[in-house]
């Protein structure tokens, strides 16, 4: 009896630091790890676009069970900023002609946000202005003064991107593996400009934000393509007079060709 009674002390003495560490993980906040199927694309040529995957976890996760997930997940994909200038047509006489004109000086050349279900449904309005989530909820930078008023400018520069596949919105597109796991996918278009692009993962909870993680990934241009914008953007007079050279010489080859004709 006596080596029992001091068999037993020593027994919960071990099982102690066990039962605390597991205590102590269910207590720390879920954290979410995210990351990307690729972290460069390459634009050649033959280049038709591209699927990225967007995957992660959550990590100390509180779900119980598979089917029985509590967290809602909203990711995006933003691309570099660049001036935009939407202009209002207008008939004049029987033409069409260039009228009123709005300047963004920041807008996103692709954005994309999708979600685990309407990402409207997951989280306030408020929150989501501010984590600029949503097409409504994007800061397109501080316009000019003196410039004409929104009058749907705002409205006609959206519409304008989603139907270039730049501004995409897809709602149950981020499905969970598992009670942690979960993953989503995202089609940048033909047209995707180049630069470098940030992607944006975040964890909620019955409408509250729990965690967030970011990481990126760069497009570039490759081969021909790269130095002929190499030399449009960041040397413009020889890119103008390279194509004015080019332009003649292909003139004189033409009269060439011809003339032994």
Do not use: C
Request: aromatic share 10%; charged share 20%; proline share 6%.
């Amino acid at each position: 009896m006596m080596r029992q009674a001091l068999f037993l002390p020593l027994a919960a003495s071990l099982l102690l630091p066990g039962t605390q560490a597991i205590a102590a993980e269910a207590q720390r906040p879920e954290q979410v790890q995210s990351d990307i199927s690729t972290r460069e694309i390459s634009i050649q040529p033959n280049f038709t676009g591209v699927e990225i995957v967007l995957f992660g976890s959550v990590d100390f996760s509180r779900a119980p069970s598979v089917d029985e997930g509590p967290y809602d997940v909203i990711m995006t994909i933003r691309g570099p900023n660049r001036p935009i200038v939407v202009r209002k047509k207008e008939r004049i006489a029987g033409v069409w002609m260039n009228g009123p004109s709005k300047t963004f000086p920041s807008v996103p050349g692709f954005y994309a946000v999708l979600a685990s279900r309407p990402f409207r449904a997951v989280a306030p309005k408020a929150t989501l202005q501010k984590l600029d989530i949503g097409f409504s909820n994007l800061d397109f930078g501080k316009t000019v003064e003196g410039e004409a008023a929104d009058d749907g400018f705002r409205a006609s520069l959206i519409r304008l991107q989603k139907e270039h596949s730049l501004f995409q919105e897809s709602d149950d597109a981020v499905s969970f593996l598992g009670r942690s796991l979960f993953r989503g996918s995202i089609q940048l278009p033909v047209n995707v400009p180049i630069g470098r692009y940030t992607t944006q993962v975040f964890l909620f909870r019955d409408g509250n934000l729990l965690s967030q993680s970011q990481s990126s990934l760069q497009v570039h241009k490759v081969g021909f393509e790269r130095v002929v914008y190499t030399l449009a953007f960041n040397y413009p007079l020889a890119y103008g007079l390279l194509a004015v050279l080019m332009a003649v010489s292909a003139g004189l080859l033409a009269y060439a060709a011809f003339r032994r004709q």
